[in-house]
Antibody
């Protein structure tokens, strides 16, 4: 059974730092790309960051670029998000999500989608 | 960034009704679009990939269509457990972007 379990969330002051983790099990972790997606209280979903299966390619949302760093340890089946210079607007539930690439019946690629999600970890930025 | 706009923002319907939610992209995303269902306090769940592909385990009353900039999610015969918020998401270009969500009340 595929499982993604986030941890490390908590209360942090504005300008502070926090590192959250996502432990994966039930699949071959180093074959999959991983992402972080967040959801502010009462709001919609916002994609935050992507990391390739090898860790060599990363992408960030403009709102976090230069402040957040995504990484992974394939030996530990884990993905991380280091968050620096935190702001009140970073307050959200942070989900890790596995990205799986899908193919149609003819074998043509039809994109990568978030097929498994963790339960989320709450990050609150407040003084 | 590609903007995703869903309508309506909320909808109320009855068991057995047919409901359609629309999603429009600010620029073409071919058919690289997903639909997710989110129950209160829970993580999102993938329903539809590539605009019309039904994710394994998802009931067949859910269907998706569209390409380019205009997409729809249809629930053919509403069940009480379909009460949730639904999000579209484009997977064509980073940064991936989501619609603002449609809250469905049964």
């Amino acid at each position: 059974e595929v499982q993604l379990v986030e941890s490390g969330g908590g209360l942090v002051q504005p300008g502070g730092s926090l590192k959250i983790s996502c432990a994966a099990s039930g699949f071959t972790f180093n074959n999959y790309e991983m992402n972080w997606v967040r959801q502010a209280p009462g709001k919609g979903l916002e994609w935050v960051s992507y990391i390739s299966s090898s860790g060599n390619t990363v992408f960030y949302a403009g709102s976090v670029k230069g402040r957040f760093t995504i990484s992974r340890d394939n030996a530990k089946n884990s993905v991380y998000l280091q968050m620096n210079s935190l702001r009140a607007e970073d307050t959200a539930v942070y989900y890790c999500a596995r990205r799986t690439y899908y193919y149609d019946s003819r074998g043509h690629g039809v994109g990568g989608y978030f097929d498994y999600w963790g339960q989320g970890t709450q990050v609150t930025v407040s003084s | 960034d590609i903007q995703m706009t869903q309508s309506p923002s909320s909808v109320s319907a009855s068991v057995g009704d047919r409901v359609t939610i629309t999603c429009r992209a600010s620029q073409g995303v071919t058919n690289w679009l997903a639909w997710y269902q989110q129950m209160p306090g829970k993580a999102p769940k993938l329903l539809i990939y590539a605009a019309s592909g039904l994710q394994s385990g998802v009931p067949s009353r859910f269907s998706g269509s569209g390409s380019g900039t205009d997409f729809t999610l249809t629930i053919s015969s509403l069940q009480p457990e379909d009460s949730a918020t639904y999000f579209c998401q484009q997977a064509n270009t980073f940064p991936y972007t989501f619609g603002q969500g449609t809250k469905l009340e049964i």
